[in-house]
């Protein structure tokens, strides 16, 4: 807690807003993502894939490229604010590791938590495509930013 506070004591009034408006935003978009994959579905059965890679190959095989796509950039987009807003928050998850490691473990609460209420399917390419996702916005993160400090050193010189 005292390391916490020190770091507050550190930033300037805007940088205490917008790490402010940052914790306000991760939480409504928890909330988002909690209430899509488990608050608002009904309980039923207990059910599960664990093959990996299935969505994509019953896609092939079915032709039915339109929702397999959805259901597949769904699970990449999902997790995807996770993976960009988790580096502006904390320097710590600035890398992809990091960022890989917290997509897999929310992505894997959520499964567990679906198959445990019986509020979902619990499949291994959610975990996948929620990890990747997570993945890629700290990829953009990280574009975005470098950019930034790019842009900040031309225009001090």
Known sequence: ???????LKKLSSSGIVI????????????YCVFNITLIERTEGVRRHVLRPLWEISTMIRS?????WSC?????????FPLGFMLPMMFERFRNIKAAAAAGFVLSLFIEFSQYFTG???????????NTLGACLGCIIYGIIFERLI???TDTEQ
């Open 150 to 152: 790019d842009s900040d």
């Open 63 to 67: 032709g039915d490229y339109r929702y």
């Open 119 to 129: 509020r979902g399917l619990f499949e291994s390419d959610d975990i996948i495509h």
């Open 19 to 30: 790490k402010g408006l940052c914790v306000l935003t991760m939480l409504l978009y928890l």
């Open 1 to 7: 807690m005292n390391r916490f506070v020190n770091k």
């Open 71 to 79: 259901q597949i950039c769904g699970n990449l987009i999902m997790l």
